[in-house]
């Protein structure tokens, strides 16, 4: 039987599997698999999913103030 995948909850944005802020040490490594060849093309995916998540997050807490996102979701993608 196949392990489920490391994937985000929506609207919390949490893992599925392991239940801390998505992504997870396990999502972020299948994702440096997937992209290997495509660092440019991991960093425009991861910031596509951090403003999908924004939104998400505002619409949980209307009125709060919005955290920055750039760290969990692009920074640790970067070239290092």
């Known amino acids: 039987m196949p392990r489920p995948p490391h ?24 994702l440096l698999g997937e992209y290997r060849e495509d660092r440019p093309g991991l960093l425009a995916h991861l910031a596509a999913l951090q403003q999908t ?16 996102l750039t760290p969990r979701f692009v920074g640790w993608a970067e070239a290092r």
């Open 7 to 30: 994937s985000p909850l929506r609207p919390s944005w949490r893992c599925r599997v392991c239940g801390i802020r998505w992504p997870c040490s396990a999502a972020k490594l299948r």
């Open 53 to 68: 998540a924004a939104a998400d997050l505002t619409t949980l807490n209307p009125g709060g103030t919005s955290p920055d």
